[in-house]
């Protein structure tokens, strides 16, 4: 298995550009969940999907930012417009979740987002 | 809300035990995971407990006492390749916040 796949690796742009962050999770999983990592704030959960479906979007900071997960295979999330604090790491994580399953989420390796 | 609270910085050498500790304050309680991080690596699982009790899993264990909202990883056999953050995490019941502590940095010496 690949693991979680994660595009671009790196970003660097310029404030007020859009950017777009992609994501691959792991076959068969069925919940899939954004965070973003700096050292001020450490790692934050932004959203998380069951099956497709946004459960808890509370984390997104605000207005700028959305995501979506169009299919069980693919997720989005999108800043527009980008500002210089957005700048931090975002992984992107997925695992089968279920009441008897063990809580297990395996990430991807992260997109290194740097807003000039 | 959720909130985590660990050590932020453990340092010790090679060959010897340390223990992270970790305390949690939350609504509703699934179960505490614990997370392993390189730096600039990501995430990497090590352990789960849903029940009091240790797991064990090779050099590491996980701790869990519901009643005191306290879990602790305990690493034996220190290695210079465990030097990396390690952070707590709690689910909900109802699976709906997942929530990372602080992170505790480890140092392992020579």
């Known amino acids: 298995d690949a693991g979680v796949i994660q595009s671009p690796r790196h970003e660097v742009t310029e404030m007020g550009q859009e950017v777009t962050l992609r994501c691959k999770p792991i076959?068969?999983?069925?919940?899939l969940f954004w965070y973003r990592q700096t050292m001020m704030r450490g790692l934050e959960l932004l959203i998380y999907?069951?099956?497709?479906?946004?459960?808890?979007d509370s984390g997104m900071p605000e207005d700028r930012f959305s995501a979506k997960m169009p299919n069980a295979s693919f997720s989005t999330l999108k800043i527009q417009p980008s500002e210089p604090r957005d700048s931090a790491v975002y992984f992107c994580?997925?695992?089968?979740?279920?009441?008897?399953?063990?809580?297990?989420?395996?990430f991807g390796p992260g997109t290194r987002l740097l807003v000039l | 809300g959720q909130s985590l609270e660990q050590p932020s910085e453990v340092t010790a050498v090679e060959g010897a035990i340390v223990q992270i500790n970790c305390t949690y304050q939350?609504?509703?309680?699934?179960?505490l995971s614990w997370y392993q991080q390189h730096d600039g690596g990501a995430p990497t699982f090590l352990s789960y407990?849903?029940?009091?009790g240790l797991e064990e899993t090779g050099r590491f264990s996980s701790f869990l006492s519901r009643s005191d909202s306290y879990g602790y990883l305990l690493l034996q056999e220190l290695q210079m390749k465990d030097s990396a953050s390690y952070f707590c995490?709690?689910?909900?019941?109802?699976?709906?916040?997942?929530?990372f502590g602080p992170g505790t940095r480890l140092s392992v010496l020579p």
């Open positions: 994580a997925s695992s089968l979740m279920g009441r008897e399953t063990q809580e297990t989420q395996y």
């Open positions: 939350t609504s509703g309680f699934y179960g």
């Open positions: 999907f069951n099956n497709n479906v946004p459960i808890d």
């Open positions: 076959s068969g999983h069925n919940s």
């Open positions: 995490a709690v689910r909900d019941r109802w699976g709906q916040n997942f929530v």
């Open positions: 407990n849903a029940l009091d």
